[in-house]
């Protein structure tokens, strides 16, 4: 092999070693299962807002096969967080985004509501976010 296609190659090894050294880890299977069954039991402990959750939020936050971010999902929630903040989630929210009705399908919901259930779905149960 020439010198000069064998120093690419290793540029280009050590490139991409250092790009993962960089980002997270991949998810393991083990950690995606424990978010899904976490997603899918977890409730906010004030009554009138899990109830609010239950009904207009857990079908789709809580179910991995429709691409929205899962309840507690910290590492789905935080790009989003970080793009948008909860000013823009908020907008999505009242708006619709993608699969996601306008007011979230919670007609009932004030500000202060969706404000709380992003801020639930967006950290885990020992409340980090990131």
Known sequence: MKPAILGAKALLLATA????????????????AA???AAET????????AEKYERACQ???ADPENGAPLSGDVR???????ARGT????QSTLNGFEGMP???????????DF????????????????
């Open 42 to 49: 977890r409730v906010p402990s004030d009554a009138v807002l």
């Open 17 to 32: 070693m250092g790009l993962a050294a960089c980002g997270e880890a991949p998810q393991s299977a083990e950690e995606r």
């Open 115 to 130: 404000e709380n259930l992003i801020a639930f779905m967006a950290t885990n149960e020992n409340g980090e976010e990131k």
């Open 76 to 82: 789905a929630w935080t790009p989003r967080m970080e």
């Open 59 to 61: 079908a789709c936050h």
């Open 102 to 112: 306008p007011l979230g399908a919670c007609p009932d919901c004030g500000i202060d």
């Open 35 to 37: 978010i899904i069954a």
């Open 87 to 90: 000013e823009g989630l908020l």
